[in-house]
């Protein structure tokens, strides 16, 4: 499939927003009415408050592939990178219906290396946070997508601090050198795939409904967290520091406060659970009330199992059938005995 992928990088014409001020987070629900809803995005993780699943596999399209074309451009709020592609990538499976395609990916980050990720897993902020954007395919492009409850997901990676820097981001982070100030744009001479820029263990995620985080704050986003970080050095990071924002002063940080919870519940994928009915499977001696609860969750049908108290199992329905017969017999006799008893004493 050829498709484009130059998408839109500002989503609903959002532009008059900043991170301080009179344009920071706290005032967005002046311009923008949804930054005012009741599941906005980002949150904080509570992972001891989350339910467990084991939802059906992420399935990941075109990832492996380096596109025609990508390109780093620095809009005033982030740096985005958009690609011409042959291969569109595309993500389904896991809690997602249908198909998503890719529209963009960009970064948010704070200060200093003690935060800067949106979204918080026990009140930790991670020092920068990758959000790699996808729209519902049938709503056509992001900005229609936006129309609709489950039109954009976004795969969301976080970043920690190693002493080496990570050679996949080496051209990434010489080229944010050539996008400094606001609206500057560069072409990557070796594009890197999806996967160059993601983390290897896809399959342990938080999944929630959520927003965008940046106005109009629309709340049609289904998000995806991977637990395991991206490592990058701290100069890796820092260089991100240095891009200015539409006023030209540097643009240190990009990330909004998180926002309550409400009646959401996030989901945590694991395949704990399949561990643990794999456990039961191997010792059918032991009670198993606990694994019928876990079942339920795999959203895979019950495997039958046999027990030796199983009626329908007629290996083991025979001798018992036998001893019920002989039990039965012995009643029969005693109260024969007692009436000839009962009859003796009258
Ligand atoms: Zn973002």
Redo the contacts with the bound molecule.
Sequence with gaps: MTASLRTEIHYGHAQDFGYDGDKGPSHWGEQYNSCTGKHQSPININSLDVKKVNLPPLVFQGFDVSPRETNLTNNGHTVVVTMESEVTPTVSGGPLSGVYEYSQL?F?WGDNDTFGS?DMIDNHRFPMEL?VVFFKQEYQNARTALNHPDGLTVLAFFYEISPQDNPMYQEFIELLGNVTGSHLSAPFNTPPSLKDLIASDLLHYYTYDGSL??PPCSEVVTWIDFKEPILLSHAQVQAFRALENEEGHPLTHNFRPVQPLGDRVVLYNTDEIIKEIDLEKQHPEEPSEGVDTNKLDTGKPEVATKSPKDPNDRKNAAPSMIAARWSALVVALQLLWNVFLCSERY
Aim: proline share 0%; hydrophobic share 0%.
């Design positions: 960009h948010h949106e959000h985080t940046t």
